[in-house]
């Protein structure tokens, strides 16, 4: 089992419908959790950080539930710009290091 | 703002070829990772460093090595450069555990 998972898409939807990406990870111990955006042929840029609580950022919104160990991002009316990769990344904490784990992505188009 | 800045953006190599590749941070940051990232495979950590002159194998160190003389500055090494080691090449650079920042990428060719 991957330690980070991912569904690959893409996701095909129109502007402005909402839309959903869940991730789900192995490692029960991992404290941190985020969402990096990468568009083509460029870097992956952090988007948000995950907490246990829940957090939003205008349209955007990610939740963590540590019991079933996934991690959730959903997008409120969906933008052109919003097309991208979405990668989905956990802390986990082995042979004394803290290394962060990238799943390989959700691809999202968004068409007018 | 983080910046995290890599010596090419396009680069093309022969087999056999020593490759070298740099990154620059400019935030003071104690950890720094070098990763590889193919389509289908997500990012791939080689090797990261922690401190200065310390260096750490990732997932995939087999045909790389690193340098890190100074804080701000990681090289990744290609002591014989393959084709299979075409691929973008990421950089990046955090404060302890926290969010890692991104260079540009490197996208190596090896012919």
């Known amino acids: 089992r991957k330690e980070v998972e991912q569904d690959p898409g893409p996701f095909n939807v129109p502007e402005g419908a909402t839309v959903a990406f869940n991730c789900t990870y192995s490692n029960s111990a991992s404290q941190s959790f985020f969402w990096y955006r990468q568009d083509c042929r460029k870097e992956p840029k952090l988007l948000m950080s995950v907490y246990s609580s829940g957090n939003e950022d205008g349209r955007f919104t990610a939740q963590l539930n540590r019991a079933s160990q996934y991690i959730s991002l959903l997008i409120r009316d969906s933008k052109l710009s919003d097309s991208a990769t979405y990668l989905c990344v956990v802390n986990m904490f082995s042979g004394g290091y803290n290394k962060l784990i990238f799943g390989a992505g959700t691809r999202l188009a968004v068409h007018p | 703002d983080v910046k995290v800045t890599q010596s090419s953006r396009y680069l093309v190599k022969r087999t056999g070829e020593k490759v070298f590749l740099e990154c620059v941070q400019d935030?003071?940051?104690?950890?720094m990772f070098w990763y590889r990232q193919d389509p289908g495979l997500g990012l791939r950590l080689i090797y990261f460093?922690?401190?200065?002159?310390?260096?750490e194998k990732g997932d995939i160190p087999e045909g790389y090595s690193v340098s890190r003389e100074k804080k701000e500055r990681f090289s990744l090494i290609l002591e014989s450069a393959s084709t299979n080691q075409t691929s973008m090449y990421l950089c990046?650079?955090?404060?302890?555990?926290?969010?890692?920042?991104f260079g540009p990428g490197t996208r190596l060719t090896v012919t």
């Open positions: 990046a650079s955090s404060y302890y555990g926290y969010e890692q920042y």
């Open positions: 460093s922690y401190d200065v002159k310390m260096k």
């Open positions: 935030m003071d940051h104690e950890n």
